[in-house]
Nanobody, 123 residues
Framework: QVQLVESGGGLVQAGGSLRLSCAAS????????MAWFRQAPGKEREFVAT????????YYADSVKGRSAISRDNAKNTVLLQMNSLKPDDTAVYYC????????????????WGRGTQVTVSS
């Protein structure tokens, strides 16, 4: 059974930073593409960042590019999302996702999902 468990969310002031973590189990993590998505109240879930199996390829949404960094530790079955210069618009539930195959930004292509961690950025 695949489990993805996010942590690291919280309340932060605008301009601050957070590091989200996702611990994976039940999956061959070292060969999985991992990603972060987010969903704000009343909005659809949207892509944030993705990383391929060895960290050699990463993609970011334009909205977070330059402010965020996705990384992974295959020895610890963990994927991280470092977010800096946070804005109120970054407020959302952040989800970790996994898939077999190349990185994509399409929500429907990810087979496995965590339950999310809340990030709230105050102005």
């Amino acid at each position: 059974q695949v489990q993805l468990v996010e942590s690291g969310g919280g309340l932060v002031q605008a301009g601050g930073s957070l590091r989200l973590s996702c611990a994976a189990s039940g999956i061959t993590f070292s060969s999985a593409t991992m990603a972060w998505f987010r969903q704000a109240p009343g909005k659809e879930r949207e892509f944030v960042a993705t990383i391929d199996w060895n960290g050699g390829t990463t993609y970011y949404a334009d909205s977070v590019k330059g402010r965020s960094a996705i990384s992974r530790d295959n020895a610890k079955n963990t994927v991280l999302l470092q977010m800096n210069s946070l804005k109120p618009d970054d407020t959302a539930v952040y989800y970790c996702a996994a898939r077999r195959g190349a990185p994509t930004s399409a929500t429907v292509t990810y087979a496995y999902w965590g339950r999310g961690t809340q990030v709230t950025v105050s102005s």
